[in-house]
């Protein structure tokens, strides 16, 4: 039975790319669950971070963006988001105010304004602008208008920065206020249901993002092939973890080894130091960068790799 006055839920977290549906998640839980990048198809997992509340718990379901492309892993990631929204007892549509309404967006509403479950639209990036934030909320109107919805299933339309954390607090009561009365599902200790190996492997892609080019991590993949705690010659505990990083053509080896190392080097260290954090304990983290032409296209490559996990 649920504590009187509980209240608990599963939000899914929809929008198109780089819209900061991660950013938000991680402001909200106020702890880096979701990886940060400019680069397109970065959440490529169903990622559960929970913030857990004195009266609480939102369990948020943070989606891959909606894409256009038509390979493989787009088509796998749009599946992943529109499956995000079965079960769900709220949906959180993240929109960019900043930016114009776009093709994806118009998909997006198509979806949502279908559903049943209650939506919160957060539109985010007003620290960059709020130039297209009437647009937006006159674009849901006129879909709800095309469907024939009578009833509006949005309860609420809230501008605010995930960068800046600005109305975050309201989001979180916003939330809180449309979730069922109901026990928490999980232990109020815990953070994420994310698997530890895929946890490791975003953040080292994360990294890799940050020093690349846009161009490029379309064609890349990280797989974690071992964790395992050993012992230093001091008898201290240090986690060994090896990472494979995978591109499709050779030609692009150099460009994520970088001159003399130092792009690899420099992922590896700025990883390492995310990744200690989770464990706190000193970490060996052994990085390879291997040739897997077109692994895009895999399903069982795919699989393998996680992106099949949820």
């Not at 006159?138 to 920065?161: G, I, M, N, Q, T």
């Not at 846009?214 to 890349?220: D, G, N």
């Not at 060996?284 to 992106?307: A, N, S, T």
Request: proline share 3%.
């Amino acid at each position: 039975m649920a504590k009187e006055g509980f209240k608990s839920g599963f939000v899914a977290v929809l929008g198109r790319p780089n819209v900061g549906k991660s950013t938000l998640i991680n402001a909200l839980l106020d702890s880096k669950i979701s990886i940060v990048s400019t680069a397109p198809q970065t959440t490529r997992h169903q990622i559960r971070g929970i913030l857990n509340l004195k009266d609480a718990q939102i369990v948020f379901v943070d989606t891959p963006g909606i894409h256009s492309f038509r390979d493989r892993l787009a088509t796998h990631l749009n599946t992943i988001a529109k499956k995000s929204l079965e079960g769900c007892d709220l949906i959180l549509y993240v929109v960019d105010v900043s930016r114009r309404v776009g093709q994806e967006e118009a998909q997006i509403m198509d979806i949502l304004a279908s559903q049943k479950v209650k939506i919160i639209m957060a539109m985010n990036k007003m620290d960059l602008g709020v130039g297209y934030l009437n647009a937006y909320v006159d674009f849901w109107k006129a879909k709800l208008k095309e469907k024939k919805r009578r009833k509006d299933p949005l309860v609420y339309f809230l501008p605010l920065s995930a960068k800046t954390k600005k109305n975050t607090n309201e989001l979180k009561n916003a939330l809180v206020e449309n979730l069922p009365s109901e026990h928490p599902f999980y232990d109020t200790q815990t953070l994420t249901d994310f698997p530890i190996k895929f946890r490791v492997a975003d953040i080292v892609r994360e990294k890799l993002y940050g020093f690349l080019t846009k161009e490029l991590p379309h064609s890349i993949a990280v797989e974690v092939e071992e964790i395992e705690e050993r012992k230093t010659l001091k008898k201290e505990a240090l986690i060994y973890i090896k990472v494979n990083i995978y591109i499709n053509r050779t030609s692009q080896k150099m460009i994520v080894i970088g001159k003399g190392g130092h792009v690899l080097k420099e992922v590896g260290r700025a990883s390492r130091l995310d990744i200690e954090e989770i464990y706190k304990k000193k970490v060996f983290l052994e990085i390879k960068v291997k040739v897997l032409k077109d692994w895009q296209e895999k399903p069982r490559i795919l699989k393998e790799l996680g992106y099949w996990w949820a």
